[in-house]
């Protein structure tokens, strides 16, 4: 069978992002499955994710999305079921990756080189959970933080996607973990090893420094704002708080720029004072667009370590809920709601 062959047996579905709308207004869009040119594939998506880059997305609010209309979609995990002038045996093969958009679709057209193989004995939905998350939190945990045995770390929103992630990955290094979250997930956290905490509390720091008195030795911090401050004083000498976004600021109005770029002046700040503590801002695009070689090499590494985690037991994958890719709207309400434990992941809908 030949390529154009190939193709022309596929519809694809897609959801379109049409502007700054709440969930209901998203898109379903119909037409002939894209077509893949040199050096790439088309996968047939079994499994995407909402994240909270998504999140923004329809805000309008994610630092450097592209104009609307377009199909968000950080990751997926695919079958290949078609290739340009590439090698035709990865045709059948299963493989994750990640796309920053366009994978809230049924068929994603891919760069072959960004393709990182999913192990046969992993479900598509669990692998999922990992391929943005996991991507982020091994390389947070490990590249950026460089965390070792016996350390102690702070995660905020430690039942989230990331968090849910990160703090499974802390514990096989040996980490001590100190986690916050509402009351309703402390029961699960308990179950991954991690003391949680209430992050309502009105006594929260005096709670993290009765757990940690001479501080942590690092906070990985998604939340951003103001509270970025607490974060950095909670770091003991040596220490490095990881700054990863500004949910923060997720629904106030105005320029998507400002908080961010008020986040980055905070840490270029804290890195010039003498007192040995590190703020690092974590972007998984970071290196991309000048050593593309290089960041491929990481990404694949990192993510397979993690999926080999995953597939032998080590880490267990926090599907928060599996819903149809037409029932976007309701997945991205769920995701919203804070009320869930781990990623809430799209399927197509004949699997759903």
Do not use: C
């Amino acid at each position: 069978m030949t390529r154009t062959q190939a193709t022309k047996q596929f519809t694809a579905t897609e959801v379109v992002l049409p502007g700054a709308v709440e969930p209901e207004g998203l898109e379903l869009r119909r037409g002939p499955a894209p077509v893949p040119g040199g050096g790439q594939v088309l996968l047939a998506m079994e499994a995407t994710g909402v994240s909270f880059a998504e999140q923004q997305m329809r805000r309008g609010k994610y630092y450097d999305q592209p104009p609307f209309p377009f199909v968000p979609g950080y990751d997926l995990v695919g079958r290949v079921v078609d290739v340009g002038s590439g090698d035709p045996h990865l045709v059948g093969r299963r493989f994750a990756a990640l796309t920053k958009t366009g994978g809230w679709a049924s068929h994603v057209v891919v760069e072959a080189a960004d393709l990182v193989e999913v192990p046969d004995s992993v479900q598509s939905a669990d692998a999922e959970t990992l391929v943005v998350n996991g991507i982020t939190a091994w390389q947070m945990l490990h590249r950026v933080a460089g965390v070792k045995a016996g350390q102690t770390v702070l995660v905020l929103g430690a039942n989230g996607g990331v968090g849910s992630t990160l703090v499974q990955l802390a514990r096989h290094a040996g980490v001590r973990v100190i986690g916050t979250a509402s009351p309703r997930h402390h029961d699960t956290l308990r179950q991954l090893g991690v003391t949680p905490v209430d992050y309502r509390d009105p006594e929260l720091r005096a709670r993290l420094r009765q757990l940690a008195p001479h501080g942590v030795d690092a906070v990985f911090d998604h939340v951003g704002g103001d509270g970025i401050a607490d974060s950095f004083r909670m770091l003991a000498p040596g220490g490095t708080l990881v700054s990863y976004g500004t949910a923060s600021t997720r629904d106030v109005t105005g320029s998507s720029r400002v908080p961010v770029l008020k986040l980055f002046a905070r840490l270029f700040l804290w890195n010039l004072l003498p007192n040995s503590r590190r703020a690092h801002f974590f972007n998984i695009w970071a290196g991309k667009r000048r050593r593309a070689g290089d960041f491929r090499t990481r990404i694949r590494a990192d993510l397979a370590q993690v999926f080999a985690l995953l597939a032998d037991g080590t880490i267990k994958a926090q599907v928060a809920a599996r819903i149809p890719l037409s029932g976007a709207a309701e997945a991205m309400r769920l995701a919203e709601s804070g009320t869930v434990t781990g990623k809430v992941v799209l399927v197509p809908d004949r699997v759903a």
